[in-house]
Protein backbone atom coordinates (compact mmCIF):
# COMPACT_ATOMS: atom_id res chain seq x y z
CA UNK A 1 0.00 0.00 0.00
CA UNK A 2 1.62 3.50 -0.60
CA UNK A 3 2.68 5.63 2.58
CA UNK A 4 2.11 9.08 0.50
CA UNK A 5 -0.18 9.85 3.45
CA UNK A 6 2.20 11.55 5.50
CA UNK A 7 3.76 13.46 2.67
CA UNK A 8 -0.05 15.08 1.06
CA UNK A 9 -1.11 15.99 4.82
CA UNK A 10 1.90 17.99 5.11
CA UNK A 11 1.06 19.32 2.11
CA UNK A 12 -2.48 19.88 3.07
CA UNK A 13 -1.41 21.47 5.84
CA UNK A 14 1.13 23.53 4.32
CA UNK A 15 -1.73 24.74 1.74
CA UNK A 16 -4.44 25.37 4.85
CA UNK A 17 -1.12 27.73 6.70
CA UNK A 18 -1.56 29.76 3.20
CA UNK A 19 -5.30 29.65 2.33
CA UNK A 20 -5.01 28.10 -0.38
CA UNK A 21 -8.30 26.18 -1.91
CA UNK A 22 -5.72 23.52 -2.76
CA UNK A 23 -6.17 21.87 0.84
CA UNK A 24 -9.27 20.29 -0.28
CA UNK A 25 -8.10 18.62 -3.24
CA UNK A 26 -5.05 17.81 -1.27
CA UNK A 27 -6.80 16.25 1.71
CA UNK A 28 -9.21 14.25 -0.50
CA UNK A 29 -5.59 12.91 -1.97
CA UNK A 30 -4.58 11.93 1.34
CA UNK A 31 -7.68 10.31 1.95
CA UNK A 32 -7.52 8.23 -1.33
CA UNK A 33 -3.67 7.16 -1.09
CA UNK A 34 -4.22 5.78 2.79
CA UNK A 35 -8.21 5.15 3.47
CA UNK A 36 -6.82 4.09 6.74
CA UNK A 37 -4.45 6.94 7.65
CA UNK A 38 -6.80 9.15 10.57
CA UNK A 39 -5.40 12.29 9.78
CA UNK A 40 -6.33 13.17 6.76
CA UNK A 41 -9.63 12.35 7.60
CA UNK A 42 -10.06 14.28 10.31
CA UNK A 43 -8.76 17.44 8.60
CA UNK A 44 -11.69 16.53 6.19
CA UNK A 45 -13.74 17.05 9.11
CA UNK A 46 -12.14 19.94 10.63
CA UNK A 47 -12.36 21.70 6.47
CA UNK A 48 -16.36 20.97 7.12
CA UNK A 49 -16.35 22.30 10.87
CA UNK A 50 -14.12 25.62 9.89
CA UNK A 51 -17.25 26.42 7.17
CA UNK A 52 -19.45 27.09 9.88
CA UNK A 53 -22.63 25.74 8.81
CA UNK A 54 -24.12 22.72 9.82
CA UNK A 55 -24.60 21.07 6.82
CA UNK A 56 -20.74 21.52 5.88
CA UNK A 57 -19.74 20.38 9.31
CA UNK A 58 -21.94 17.20 9.69
CA UNK A 59 -20.78 16.20 5.70
CA UNK A 60 -17.18 16.94 6.61
CA UNK A 61 -17.30 14.75 9.88
CA UNK A 62 -19.31 12.06 8.03
CA UNK A 63 -15.21 10.93 6.83
CA UNK A 64 -14.74 9.77 10.60
CA UNK A 65 -16.96 7.11 10.82
CA UNK A 66 -15.20 3.89 11.78
CA UNK A 67 -12.04 5.83 12.29
CA UNK A 68 -9.67 4.89 14.67
CA UNK A 69 -7.57 7.52 15.99
CA UNK A 70 -4.44 5.29 17.59
CA UNK A 71 -1.86 7.88 18.66
CA UNK A 72 -2.29 10.78 21.63
CA UNK A 73 -2.45 13.88 19.06
CA UNK A 74 -4.99 11.87 16.94
CA UNK A 75 -7.00 10.86 19.81
CA UNK A 76 -7.41 14.95 21.03
CA UNK A 77 -8.00 15.34 17.33
CA UNK A 78 -10.89 12.82 17.64
CA UNK A 79 -12.30 14.25 20.89
CA UNK A 80 -12.21 17.90 19.48
CA UNK A 81 -14.45 17.14 16.52
CA UNK A 82 -16.76 14.97 18.43
CA UNK A 83 -16.90 18.15 20.88
CA UNK A 84 -17.64 20.29 17.86
CA UNK A 85 -19.86 18.50 16.36
CA UNK A 86 -22.17 17.99 19.47
CA UNK A 87 -22.20 22.33 20.10
CA UNK A 88 -19.30 22.44 22.79
CA UNK A 89 -17.20 24.56 20.85
CA UNK A 90 -15.16 25.71 24.19
CA UNK A 91 -14.56 21.95 24.41
CA UNK A 92 -13.02 21.54 21.18
CA UNK A 93 -10.94 24.47 22.06
CA UNK A 94 -9.35 23.73 25.22
CA UNK A 95 -8.94 19.79 24.11
CA UNK A 96 -6.96 21.18 20.97
CA UNK A 97 -5.11 23.66 23.43
CA UNK A 98 -4.14 20.64 26.06
CA UNK A 99 -2.75 18.33 22.79
CA UNK A 100 -0.79 21.67 21.95
CA UNK A 101 0.60 21.66 25.85
CA UNK A 102 2.19 18.38 24.31
CA UNK A 103 2.60 18.94 21.39
CA UNK A 104 3.19 21.93 20.16
CA UNK A 105 4.67 21.03 16.29
CA UNK A 106 1.19 19.71 15.66
CA UNK A 107 0.65 22.61 13.17
CA UNK A 108 -3.17 21.55 12.03
CA UNK A 109 -4.33 21.75 15.97
CA UNK A 110 -3.00 25.15 16.21
CA UNK A 111 -4.22 26.00 12.88
CA UNK A 112 -8.12 24.80 13.86
CA UNK A 113 -7.32 26.10 17.40
CA UNK A 114 -6.84 29.50 15.80
CA UNK A 115 -10.02 29.10 13.64
CA UNK A 116 -11.51 28.69 16.85
CA UNK A 117 -10.67 31.50 18.93
CA UNK A 118 -12.12 33.65 16.04
CA UNK A 119 -15.14 31.49 15.72
CA UNK A 120 -15.26 32.21 19.53
CA UNK A 121 -14.21 35.64 19.84
CA UNK A 122 -11.44 34.66 22.14
CA UNK A 123 -8.95 37.10 21.61
CA UNK A 124 -6.82 36.81 24.34
CA UNK A 125 -6.51 32.59 23.33
CA UNK A 126 -5.99 33.85 19.53
CA UNK A 127 -2.95 35.47 20.91
CA UNK A 128 -1.72 32.93 22.99
CA UNK A 129 -2.32 30.01 21.76
CA UNK A 130 -0.12 31.10 18.94
CA UNK A 131 2.24 32.36 21.11
CA UNK A 132 2.89 29.33 23.38
CA UNK A 133 3.47 27.44 19.99
CA UNK A 134 5.47 30.04 18.30
CA UNK A 135 9.34 28.87 20.36
CA UNK A 136 8.49 25.64 18.59
CA UNK A 137 8.65 26.76 14.81
CA UNK A 138 11.19 27.34 12.39
CA UNK A 139 11.58 28.31 8.71
CA UNK A 140 8.81 28.92 6.25
CA UNK A 141 5.94 27.56 8.92
CA UNK A 142 7.71 30.03 11.45
CA UNK A 143 6.91 32.82 8.95
CA UNK A 144 2.83 31.54 8.68
CA UNK A 145 2.69 31.44 12.84
CA UNK A 146 4.03 35.15 12.70
CA UNK A 147 1.58 36.06 10.82
CA UNK A 148 -1.27 34.38 13.19
CA UNK A 149 0.55 36.04 16.13
CA UNK A 150 -0.09 38.95 14.21
CA UNK A 151 -3.89 38.87 13.52
CA UNK A 152 -4.02 37.73 17.61
CA UNK A 153 -1.97 40.40 18.68
CA UNK A 154 -4.46 43.24 16.42
CA UNK A 155 -7.86 41.75 17.86
CA UNK A 156 -5.75 42.28 21.27
CA UNK A 157 -5.39 45.63 20.34
CA UNK A 158 -1.44 45.57 20.55
CA UNK A 159 -1.09 46.92 17.26
CA UNK A 160 2.56 47.93 17.01
CA UNK A 161 4.07 44.23 17.83
CA UNK A 162 0.73 43.01 15.62
CA UNK A 163 2.69 45.12 12.60
CA UNK A 164 5.68 43.61 13.67
CA UNK A 165 5.02 39.89 13.33
CA UNK A 166 2.52 40.61 9.95
CA UNK A 167 6.43 42.13 8.61
CA UNK A 168 8.32 39.24 9.70
CA UNK A 169 5.42 37.10 7.95
CA UNK A 170 5.87 38.88 4.73
CA UNK A 171 9.24 39.10 5.28
CA UNK A 172 9.10 35.28 5.17
CA UNK A 173 6.37 34.44 2.63
CA UNK A 174 4.83 38.32 1.07
CA UNK A 175 2.31 35.99 -0.13
CA UNK A 176 1.30 35.38 2.92
CA UNK A 177 -2.25 36.44 3.26
CA UNK A 178 -3.08 35.73 6.68
CA UNK A 179 -0.66 38.17 7.62
CA UNK A 180 -1.79 40.69 4.97
CA UNK A 181 -5.44 39.87 6.39
CA UNK A 182 -3.83 40.79 10.03
CA UNK A 183 -2.16 43.69 9.11
CA UNK A 184 -5.16 45.26 7.16
CA UNK A 185 -7.27 44.79 10.59
CA UNK A 186 -4.42 46.67 11.77
CA UNK A 187 -5.11 49.86 9.33
CA UNK A 188 -8.60 49.35 10.01
CA UNK A 189 -8.49 49.46 13.63
CA UNK A 190 -6.35 52.51 13.59
CA UNK A 191 -8.37 54.46 10.71
CA UNK A 192 -5.80 54.34 9.13
CA UNK A 193 -7.76 54.29 5.70
CA UNK A 194 -5.54 55.54 2.95
CA UNK A 195 -2.60 53.64 4.44
CA UNK A 196 -5.16 50.54 4.40
CA UNK A 197 -5.87 51.40 0.65
CA UNK A 198 -2.18 51.63 -0.10
CA UNK A 199 -1.30 48.67 1.38
CA UNK A 200 -3.72 46.57 -0.21
CA UNK A 201 -3.70 47.85 -3.62
CA UNK A 202 0.21 46.80 -3.75
CA UNK A 203 -0.74 43.29 -2.44
CA UNK A 204 -3.18 42.99 -4.23
CA UNK A 205 -1.74 40.12 -6.50
CA UNK A 206 -1.52 38.23 -3.41
CA UNK A 207 -5.09 38.16 -1.96
CA UNK A 208 -7.00 38.58 -5.37
CA UNK A 209 -5.58 35.17 -6.34
CA UNK A 210 -7.62 32.16 -5.82
CA UNK A 211 -7.34 32.16 -2.03
CA UNK A 212 -9.54 31.07 0.38
CA UNK A 213 -9.33 34.91 1.79
CA UNK A 214 -10.20 36.61 -1.57
CA UNK A 215 -13.53 37.39 -0.85
CA UNK A 216 -12.91 38.58 2.91
CA UNK A 217 -10.38 41.11 1.68
CA UNK A 218 -12.15 42.34 -1.21
CA UNK A 219 -14.38 43.00 1.65
CA UNK A 220 -12.06 45.00 3.83
CA UNK A 221 -10.78 46.72 0.43
CA UNK A 222 -14.61 47.91 0.52
CA UNK A 223 -14.22 49.16 3.72
CA UNK A 224 -11.78 51.54 3.52
CA UNK A 225 -13.32 52.71 0.08
CA UNK A 226 -16.44 53.16 1.88
CA UNK A 227 -14.66 55.21 4.97
CA UNK A 228 -13.87 57.68 1.66
CA UNK A 229 -17.82 57.67 0.49
CA UNK A 230 -16.41 55.14 -2.63
CA UNK A 231 -20.09 53.89 -2.59
CA UNK A 232 -19.93 53.19 -6.46
CA UNK A 233 -16.43 51.08 -5.81
CA UNK A 234 -18.87 49.19 -3.04
CA UNK A 235 -21.01 48.05 -5.67
CA UNK A 236 -18.43 47.01 -7.90
CA UNK A 237 -16.80 45.05 -5.52
CA UNK A 238 -20.36 43.63 -4.28
CA UNK A 239 -21.10 42.62 -7.92
CA UNK A 240 -17.58 41.48 -8.67
CA UNK A 241 -16.77 39.12 -6.18
CA UNK A 242 -18.96 39.75 -2.98
CA UNK A 243 -22.09 38.12 -4.82
CA UNK A 244 -20.57 37.35 -8.24
CA UNK A 245 -21.30 34.78 -10.03
CA UNK A 246 -17.93 32.40 -8.97
CA UNK A 247 -18.79 33.87 -5.57
CA UNK A 248 -20.87 30.43 -4.44
CA UNK A 249 -22.79 30.62 -1.26
CA UNK A 250 -21.04 29.91 1.60
CA UNK A 251 -22.16 31.79 4.85
CA UNK A 252 -18.72 33.65 5.53
CA UNK A 253 -18.62 35.13 2.59
CA UNK A 254 -22.69 35.70 2.42
CA UNK A 255 -21.82 37.80 5.55
CA UNK A 256 -18.99 39.48 4.06
CA UNK A 257 -21.61 40.84 1.56
CA UNK A 258 -24.35 41.77 3.51
CA UNK A 259 -22.45 43.45 6.06
CA UNK A 260 -21.20 45.95 3.16
CA UNK A 261 -24.69 46.08 2.04
CA UNK A 262 -26.04 47.45 5.71
CA UNK A 263 -23.01 49.93 6.44
CA UNK A 264 -24.42 51.64 2.84
CA UNK A 265 -27.77 50.46 4.16
CA UNK A 266 -27.04 52.44 7.40
CA UNK A 267 -25.59 55.52 5.03
CA UNK A 268 -28.81 55.72 3.63
CA UNK A 269 -27.50 54.56 0.22
CA UNK A 270 -29.87 52.73 -2.20
CA UNK A 271 -28.66 49.71 -2.65
CA UNK A 272 -30.97 48.36 -5.85
CA UNK A 273 -32.00 44.62 -5.98
CA UNK A 274 -29.27 43.09 -3.89
CA UNK A 275 -30.73 42.50 -1.02
CA UNK A 276 -32.96 40.20 -2.80
CA UNK A 277 -30.47 38.10 -4.07
CA UNK A 278 -28.72 38.08 -0.63
CA UNK A 279 -31.67 36.77 1.46
CA UNK A 280 -32.73 34.26 -1.18
CA UNK A 281 -29.43 32.72 -0.61
CA UNK A 282 -29.94 32.94 2.99
CA UNK A 283 -33.65 31.16 2.69
CA UNK A 284 -32.05 28.47 0.19
CA UNK A 285 -29.87 27.63 3.71
CA UNK A 286 -31.07 25.36 6.50
CA UNK A 287 -32.00 27.87 9.10
CA UNK A 288 -31.77 25.60 12.48
CA UNK A 289 -29.16 27.34 14.98
CA UNK A 290 -25.77 26.77 14.55
CA UNK A 291 -24.09 29.74 14.83
CA UNK A 292 -25.42 32.31 15.56
CA UNK A 293 -22.99 34.80 14.02
CA UNK A 294 -24.26 33.24 10.76
CA UNK A 295 -27.78 34.15 11.79
CA UNK A 296 -27.58 37.86 12.48
CA UNK A 297 -26.31 38.41 8.95
CA UNK A 298 -29.06 36.69 7.94
CA UNK A 299 -31.43 38.95 9.43
CA UNK A 300 -29.41 42.06 8.01
CA UNK A 301 -30.48 40.11 4.73
CA UNK A 302 -33.76 40.15 5.16
CA UNK A 303 -34.68 43.35 7.01
CA UNK A 304 -32.98 45.01 4.67
CA UNK A 305 -34.83 42.78 1.50
CA UNK A 306 -38.18 44.18 3.79
CA UNK A 307 -38.79 40.64 4.18
CA UNK A 308 -40.03 40.78 8.15
CA UNK A 309 -41.69 37.95 8.10
CA UNK A 310 -38.55 35.70 7.24
CA UNK A 311 -36.70 37.93 9.60
CA UNK A 312 -39.26 37.31 12.56
CA UNK A 313 -39.30 33.50 12.08
CA UNK A 314 -35.27 33.78 12.20
CA UNK A 315 -35.20 35.72 15.52
CA UNK A 316 -38.28 33.31 16.83
CA UNK A 317 -35.62 30.28 16.30
CA UNK A 318 -33.19 31.95 18.00
CA UNK A 319 -35.74 33.02 21.13
CA UNK A 320 -36.46 29.08 20.85
CA UNK A 321 -32.77 27.96 21.24
CA UNK A 322 -32.71 30.13 24.46
CA UNK A 323 -35.93 29.53 25.95
CA UNK A 324 -34.98 25.71 25.34
CA UNK A 325 -34.71 23.60 29.03
CA UNK A 326 -30.90 22.57 29.73
CA UNK A 327 -30.03 25.08 27.21
CA UNK A 328 -25.90 24.60 26.78
CA UNK A 329 -23.19 24.79 23.94
CA UNK A 330 -21.46 27.23 22.64
CA UNK A 331 -24.27 28.43 20.76
CA UNK A 332 -27.08 28.93 22.91
CA UNK A 333 -24.01 30.71 25.53
CA UNK A 334 -23.55 33.15 22.44
CA UNK A 335 -27.58 33.81 21.61
CA UNK A 336 -28.54 33.90 25.33
CA UNK A 337 -25.27 35.96 26.19
CA UNK A 338 -25.37 38.75 22.91
CA UNK A 339 -26.75 37.43 20.42
CA UNK A 340 -30.79 37.24 20.91
CA UNK A 341 -30.34 41.03 22.17
CA UNK A 342 -28.51 41.88 19.08
CA UNK A 343 -31.22 39.83 16.93
CA UNK A 344 -33.83 41.17 18.74
CA UNK A 345 -32.14 44.99 17.96
CA UNK A 346 -32.03 44.52 14.42
CA UNK A 347 -35.75 43.69 13.84
CA UNK A 348 -36.46 46.60 16.04
CA UNK A 349 -33.92 48.58 13.44
CA UNK A 350 -36.43 46.95 10.63
CA UNK A 351 -39.10 48.20 12.31
CA UNK A 352 -37.25 51.68 12.52
CA UNK A 353 -37.81 51.78 16.62
CA UNK A 354 -34.75 53.32 17.10
CA UNK A 355 -35.78 53.46 20.74
CA UNK A 356 -35.98 49.95 20.84
CA UNK A 357 -32.29 49.31 19.22
CA UNK A 358 -30.87 51.12 21.81
CA UNK A 359 -32.68 48.83 24.55
CA UNK A 360 -31.33 45.56 22.85
CA UNK A 361 -28.38 46.53 22.03
CA UNK A 362 -26.78 49.19 24.42
CA UNK A 363 -26.72 46.69 27.33
CA UNK A 364 -24.62 44.05 25.27
CA UNK A 365 -22.16 46.52 23.11
CA UNK A 366 -18.95 45.11 25.42
CA UNK A 367 -20.34 41.25 25.04
CA UNK A 368 -20.57 40.86 21.10
CA UNK A 369 -17.50 39.08 21.19
CA UNK A 370 -18.95 36.28 22.63
CA UNK A 371 -20.18 35.23 19.00
CA UNK A 372 -17.47 35.58 17.26
CA UNK A 373 -15.73 37.02 14.38
CA UNK A 374 -13.43 40.03 14.64
CA UNK A 375 -13.87 43.77 15.56
CA UNK A 376 -14.03 45.16 12.09
CA UNK A 377 -16.90 42.33 11.46
CA UNK A 378 -18.82 43.02 14.34
CA UNK A 379 -18.38 46.76 13.77
CA UNK A 380 -21.98 46.74 11.62
CA UNK A 381 -23.42 46.15 14.85
CA UNK A 382 -21.69 48.62 16.48
CA UNK A 383 -22.56 51.48 13.92
CA UNK A 384 -26.62 50.12 13.80
CA UNK A 385 -26.35 51.12 17.76
CA UNK A 386 -25.19 54.48 16.78
CA UNK A 387 -27.16 54.70 13.99
CA UNK A 388 -30.24 54.08 15.69
CA UNK A 389 -29.20 55.95 19.35
CA UNK A 390 -28.82 59.22 17.29
CA UNK A 391 -32.69 58.63 15.11
CA UNK A 392 -33.94 57.98 18.68
CA UNK A 393 -32.66 61.20 19.79
CA UNK A 394 -30.72 59.33 22.41
CA UNK A 395 -27.89 61.91 22.08
CA UNK A 396 -25.92 61.34 25.27
CA UNK A 397 -25.59 57.85 24.37
CA UNK A 398 -24.61 58.69 20.25
CA UNK A 399 -22.27 61.37 21.61
CA UNK A 400 -20.23 58.63 23.40
CA UNK A 401 -20.36 56.15 21.15
CA UNK A 402 -18.66 59.06 18.54
CA UNK A 403 -16.23 60.00 21.21
CA UNK A 404 -15.56 56.64 21.58
CA UNK A 405 -14.96 55.91 17.79
CA UNK A 406 -13.17 58.98 17.18
CA UNK A 407 -10.53 57.71 19.97
CA UNK A 408 -9.95 54.64 18.50
CA UNK A 409 -9.56 56.43 15.12
CA UNK A 410 -9.02 60.04 14.78
CA UNK A 411 -9.03 60.14 10.91
CA UNK A 412 -12.44 58.40 10.71
CA UNK A 413 -15.21 60.13 8.08
CA UNK A 414 -17.68 57.98 9.26
CA UNK A 415 -17.61 58.71 12.83
CA UNK A 416 -16.90 62.22 12.24
CA UNK A 417 -20.22 62.26 10.04
CA UNK A 418 -21.93 61.47 12.73
CA UNK A 419 -20.64 63.23 15.39
CA UNK A 420 -21.97 65.98 13.05
CA UNK A 421 -25.51 64.49 12.39
CA UNK A 422 -25.94 65.00 16.49
CA UNK A 423 -24.94 68.50 16.16
CA UNK A 424 -28.56 69.82 15.37
CA UNK A 425 -30.22 67.47 18.32
CA UNK A 426 -28.02 69.64 20.39
CA UNK A 427 -29.11 72.80 19.65
FE1 LIG B 1 -10.98 40.33 8.49
Redesign the pocket.
Known amino acids: MPQASPHLMQAAIDHLFRFDPLVVATTHSAMAQDPEAFMPKALRGYLGLMASERRDAFSGVRALQGARPETAEERAHAAAIDAWIKGDWHAASRILDASLAEAPTDALALLVGHQLDFFLGEARNLRDRVARALPHYEGERRGYVLGMSA?GLEECGDYRQAEADGMAALDSDPQDVWAI?AL??VN?MLGRTEAGLGFLEARRPSWARDTL?RI??T??RALFGLELMDHEGSFAALDTVLTGPDTGDSALSMADAGSLLWRLHLDGVDVGDRWTRLADAWAAKDSAPWYVFNDLHALLAFIGAGRMTEAAQRLAELEDLVRAPGGEGSNWLATATAGLAVARGLLAFGRQDHGAVVRHMAPVRHQLSIFGG?H??RDVFQRTLLVSAIRAGETALARNLCAERLADRPASVWAGLQMKALTPLDR
Open positions: FHTHELHCWHSAQ
